[in-house]
């Protein structure tokens, strides 16, 4: 926990998120205390945590953990993943269910598309939040997904009112594990700007769309998982400093 906090700090970040499932073993032998004085040494926040599945039959086991750390570490969003059970309107009410129970924490629930789960594309998550109409229930579109479910920029065109949270990293345009989606996501992301993807033109029309919305970095790599953390941290906040920089030009 020092050290990812340190590299986030080294590097200028002053948010991280926190995986939910990582912290209910890291609660096995610690207690929230221990978290607090470790983000005040650090001078970071917790801004997101994520994810738990929030439209399946059975309540995740996770939600009642997700629901302790909202409610201490106030954090601006959690992200929620499919399946969903039944039908869209179906997974609505139970999405819904888990924005109102987080509401009074202030806490957003941004759902995101993967293409390896039946809420694959960004219009079928917008059609869930549609349908629950809840004001703290939004999309996280992560640009890798969009990429690899083949989808073109203009996909996005009527959904930006519903997207929240913009998820960043790069690849190729070339699906490198095609047999399994869910482990190239797992594998195989580059860092801002080393990659393929067209971040410029996302970035410009998330400023046209939505500039209110936030971001995210989620980089996983198994190569980058092998070097220094605060060699990755720095990097991938250098990468995003020069997409947003060229976000920025008319060229």
């Given at each position: 926990?020092?050290?990812?906090?340190?590299?986030?700090?080294?590097?200028?970040?002053?948010?991280?998120?926190?995986?939910?499932?990582?912290?209910?073993?890291?609660?096995?032998?610690?207690?929230?205390?221990?978290?607090?004085?470790?983000?005040?040494?650090?001078?970071v926040r917790v801004a997101e945590l994520e994810a738990i599945r929030v439209m399946g039959e059975e309540v995740d086991p996770l939600e009642d953990l997700a629901a302790l750390l909202a409610e201490h570490l106030r954090p601006d969003r959690?992200?929620?993943?499919?399946?969903?059970?039944?039908?869209?309107?179906?997974?609505?009410?139970?999405?819904?269910?888990?924005?109102?129970?987080?509401?009074?924490?202030?806490?957003?629930?941004?759902?995101?598309?993967?293409?390896?789960?039946?809420?694959?594309?960004?219009?079928?998550?917008?059609?869930?939040?549609?349908?629950?109409?809840?004001?703290?229930?939004?999309?996280?579109?992560?640009v890798w997904h969009l990429y690899r479910m083949g989808l073109p920029l203009s996909h996005l065109d009527d959904l930006w009112p519903y997207i929240s949270t913009l998820q960043f990293n790069d690849g190729t345009l070339m699906c490198e594990?095609?047999?399994?989606?869910?482990?190239?996501?797992?594998?195989?992301?580059?860092?801002?700007?080393?990659?393929?993807?067209?971040?410029?033109?996302?970035?410009?029309?998330?400023?046209?769309?939505?500039?209110?919305?936030?971001?995210?970095?989620?980089?996983?790599?198994?190569?980058?998982?092998?070097?220094?953390?605060?060699?990755?941290?720095?990097?991938?906040?250098?990468?995003?400093?020069?997409?947003?920089?060229?976000?920025?030009?008319?060229?």
């Open positions: 926990m020092e050290i990812r906090f340190a590299a986030a700090r080294d590097a200028g970040f002053v948010d991280v998120g926190l995986s939910v499932r990582w912290m209910n073993q890291w609660l096995q032998t610690h207690e929230l205390a221990e978290l607090d004085q470790i983000l005040e040494q650090f001078g959690l992200q929620a993943v499919g399946p969903y059970s039944g039908s869209e309107s179906e997974a609505a009410l139970r999405a819904g269910r888990v924005a109102d129970r987080f509401a009074r924490w202030n806490v957003d629930v941004v759902l995101e598309p993967l293409p390896f789960t039946n809420m694959k594309t960004p219009s079928n998550a917008a059609s869930i939040i549609h349908f629950a109409d809840r004001p703290n229930l939004s999309m996280c579109l992560d594990y095609p047999e399994d989606l869910r482990e190239d996501c797992l594998r195989n992301r580059r860092i801002p700007g080393l990659g393929e993807f067209d971040l410029v033109g996302i970035l410009r029309a998330r400023n046209a769309h939505r500039p209110g919305s936030t971001f995210s970095i989620e980089v996983i790599s198994t190569e980058l998982k092998a070097q220094d953390p605060f060699l990755t941290a720095l990097q991938i906040a250098e990468g995003l400093d020069t997409v947003l920089a060229a976000s920025r030009t008319d060229s």
